[in-house]
């Protein structure tokens, strides 16, 4: 499948994503299922797979090429997000010999040779807070919105992204605010 193929495929989602009634939903309960049949049907499934985001990971979509610098609203979230890491629930700080939570980020190709970031973390993460964070992080807001629609439908799997099956990434760890100055210039 070549990259004009991919790109048109593209396309058509985002025109079928603008009826919230028919994409994905067309009476299919499982997102992933219905975008794992899209795959299958487009040839695709030797090279790209379907991956569902769990309660640990916080997926980004960037309509920015993967060779372009990520963009800074990520980044100023991203430091937001860092300062949570060593705080409880309420924003306390963590008690003395109680570990932090962490997390790392990775920057991955999409299907259309954009930029896909993934977040791992260590601790659940409820749905919602999730799709937020995504949201705050500048990833795509048409798929964040259609998430919350997903997810408050009942779909299963409402947050996913197409990946490539062979793909190495390299890992970068989310530090806590305690472990890193609080300058809001400084690069994570």
């Avoid at 495929?9 to 603008?18: I, M, N, S, V």
């Avoid at 309660?55 to 991203?78: G, H, N, V, W, Y």
């Avoid at 964040?144 to 890992?171: C, D, I, N, W």
Wanted: proline content about 5%; hydrophobic content about 40%; charged content about 25%.
């Amino acid at each position: 499948m070549n990259q004009e193929t991919v790109e048109q495929l593209r396309d058509e989602e985002l025109k079928q994503g603008t009826d919230i009634m028919s994409y994905p939903l067309l009476g299919a309960a499982d997102h992933a299922s219905f975008c794992e049949k899209k795959l299958l049907d487009a040839g695709l499934t030797d090279t790209f797979k379907v991956e569902i985001a769990t309660d640990r990971t916080i997926q980004l979509d960037f309509d920015i090429p993967f060779e372009q610098m990520l963009p800074k609203q990520f980044f100023d979230a991203l430091e937001i997000f860092a300062r949570m890491l060593d705080v409880d629930q309420y924003g306390n700080p963590l008690p003395d010999g109680t570990a932090p939570k962490t997390a790392m980020w990775r920057h991955l190709k999409s299907r259309s040779g954009r930029s896909h970031v993934i977040i791992d973390l260590s601790w659940d993460m409820p749905q919602a807070e999730r799709i937020a964070w995504q949201a705050a992080m500048g990833s795509d807001f048409k798929r964040e919105a259609l998430s919350l629609a997903y997810a408050a439908m009942g779909q299963q799997s409402p947050v996913l992204l197409y990946s490539r099956k062979e793909e190495a990434a390299l890992y970068v760890p989310i530090l806590p605010a305690s472990h890193t100055s609080r300058r809001s210039d400084r690069v994570l």
